[in-house]
């Protein structure tokens, strides 16, 4: 399954505190098969998408980075004045890091924030990430 559309709306918490993910207007499944439809947000676009390129569901783990960086900075990464320099920026992966995000969040966004999707942290990796583990509440 690839959502396509992760971003801070489409999250949900319920009573419990458990996230959920809502709004799969976007999302297909489509195990072993790449997509070309460039659909999503365009602050969480990945490069792929921007560039007309076929995706798969790495994506999704680059709008987590995104989502990630706008939690913690409280702005998009790749935010630009109009549509075409935001693709210009996400192309290039032109982010810049405020001093307060701290070493390991960086490190962890530089791992999700990754130009060529095959590159990128695999999702499965994401919960062992030593920023992640810091992080946990038990």
Request: proline share 9%; aromatic share 8%.
């Amino acid at each position: 399954m690839i959502h396509r559309d992760i971003k801070p709306e489409n999250l949900l918490l319920d009573l419990k505190g458990e996230l959920k993910i809502a709004d799969f207007g976007w999302s297909v499944h489509a195990p072993n098969s790449r997509r070309t439809t460039m659909c999503g947000t365009l602050d969480y676009l990945p490069p792929e998408m921007v560039e007309g390129k076929a995706h798969n569901e790495t994506v999704d783990v680059w709008s987590l980075g995104v989502l990630m960086y706008e939690f913690l900075v409280g702005s998009p990464p790749f935010e630009a004045q109009g549509h075409q320099e935001t693709y210009k920026k996400i192309s290039r992966v032109d982010m810049q890091f405020p001093d307060h995000v701290s070493p390991l969040a960086r490190d962890l966004m530089l791992k999700l924030l990754v130009k060529d999707p095959a590159a990128r942290l695999p999702l499965k990796d994401v919960p062992n990430h030593p920023w992640i583990k810091a992080n946990l509440s038990e």
